[in-house]
């Protein structure tokens, strides 16, 4: 496994791609992201986030142990909204699968088992020290308990997507957030959600992070139509 060190040293100034895709993605598949892991590592990206140890082994296989993955796993339970990495069982699945980012929802929230995501930290230092840990938060405020808790990335990754932070999500990526991320010192400041052009990654590296995850701008190629078939309707109308 690699040392948290090389892994932080490895993603600084770089770019990572998130291979995820659900429910109408016609993309939404083990192999149809495998080859868009390896369409990035062409590309140049150093690394990906995936979901599940299923697609992190896959991915893995496909691209060799000199790329970054950032693992999470999504397990939606009627009722909660708190899903992404809810426990350690999810979290030595994605260890044995070849993660060497485990990504937590570090928000506010409480889990389905009524714990906030920050409580699971100190269990995962202890049981995988070397094993980087990523809190993905919708505020600033959630960004600095995160780092209290010894989180060695903060992320804007939920910024949008909280009940309290929703009028952000039109704002696109939140480089707010990012800005005040970097203010906190001795933390590794990720960017990642709606980070949908170039100019906005460009902004986004300017604001103070460090790393930035592209997801839908590069792997959703529906999503990439929707959004010029809306431009051209908007100039039709």
């Known amino acids: 496994m690699k040392l948290k060190k090389d892994v932080l ?3 600084t100034n770089e770019i990572l791609v998130s291979c995820q895709a659900y429910d109408e993605n016609p ?3 083990v192999e149809a992201m495998v080859t868009m892991a390896v369409a990035g590592k062409m590309g140049g990206c150093v690394g990906f986030r995936a979901n599940s140890p299923e697609y992190v082994k896959a991915i893995r296989k496909a691209v060799g142990e000199e790329y970054v993955i950032i693992g999470i796993w999504k397990q ?3 009722g909660n909204d708190v899903y992404i990495t809810t426990n350690m069982d999810a979290v030595r699945e994605l260890v044995a ?3 060497d980012i485990i990504a937590l929802d570090c928000t506010e929230r409480l889990n389905v088992y009524g714990h906030k995501g920050v409580e699971l930290i100190s269990q995962i230092q202890k049981e995988f020290p070397n094993v980087v840990i990523m809190a993905d938060c919708s505020n600033i405020g959630e960004a600095k308990i995160a780092k209290e808790h010894d989180a060695d990335i903060v992320a804007c990754t939920m910024s949008g997507y909280t009940e309290y932070t929703k009028e952000r999500f039109e704002l696109g990526v939140d480089l707010e957030m990012i800005s005040a991320m970097r203010e906190l010192k001795d933390v590794h400041v990720l960017a990642e959600g709606r980070i949908w052009t170039r100019e906005d990654c460009v902004a986004a590296f300017k604001a103070g992070a460090m790393t930035c995850v592209i997801g839908t701008a590069i792997t959703s190629p529906w999503m990439i139509t929707k959004r ?5 309707n908007e100039l039709f109308k």
């Open 228 to 232: 010029f078939v809306e431009a051209k």
């Open 27 to 29: 993309h939404a598949s």
């Open 97 to 99: 699968a070849g993660s």
């Open 9 to 11: 040293q490895k993603i």
């Open 76 to 78: 939606h339970i009627p």
